[in-house]
């Protein structure tokens, strides 16, 4: 199991969950958080994909809405480096990583949502700008409470890496 210890001080367990097809074959899974042990919400129907990607997006440096920048760029004839050079000083600097919601009719009945966001913060040390670069986890319930934790890249790393093999071992 993946945890992460939030700001409150609970433990948020993120657990891949199968997910059956008609003849009861696993051919995808779902995200159950569990909080200090208690069901807290399941979300991510049919997510394995796209925990990869943002792994791989965080080994790369980008976010989601950088490569959709890009994307366009290219799809409308621009050059996507110049694109996103010039468009994103008019864009927000904290990025959505992911986003796991239970929107689907076919998602599981318990709810809930997970989010992890890209932060920078620049400080002055007195001689020279530092810039620290985190992930804010928000997880909510299926009852709308919620809990952050806050990891730096090397953590939030090791976290996806660690929920993408036990994805890899559920659809084994």
């Known amino acids: ?31 159950r958080l569990l909080r200090d042990g208690a069901v ?10 796209f925990l990869r990607d943002a792994l791989a997006r965080l080994a790369g440096g980008t976010s989601t809405l950088e490569q959709g920048v890009r994307s366009w760029a290219g799809d409308s004839g621009l050059e996507p480096d110049a694109a996103w050079v010039h468009l994103q000083r008019y864009l927000p600097r904290d990025r959505e990583l992911l986003a796991f919601l239970a929107r689907d009719p076919d998602d599981p009945i318990v709810s809930g949502e997970l989010r992890i966001w890209l932060r920078s913060e620049r400080r002055w040390t007195g001689s020279e700008w530092v810039v620290d670069h985190r992930a804010v986890l928000d997880a909510w319930g299926a009852e ?12 939030l790393q090791a976290l996806l890496s660690r929920l993408v093999a036990e994805v890899d071992v559920v659809l084994a």
């Not at 807290?40 to 994909?49: D, H, M, P």
């Open 144 to 155: 709308g409470r919620g809990v952050r934790a806050v990891l730096d890249r090397p953590a």
């Open 40 to 49: 807290f919400g399941e979300v991510g129907e049919r997510c394995a994909w």
């Open 1 to 31: 199991m993946t945890d992460v210890t939030c700001l409150d001080g609970s433990v948020l367990v993120v657990e891949p969950v199968p997910v059956l097809d008609r003849t009861g074959a696993v051919y995808e899974v779902t995200l």
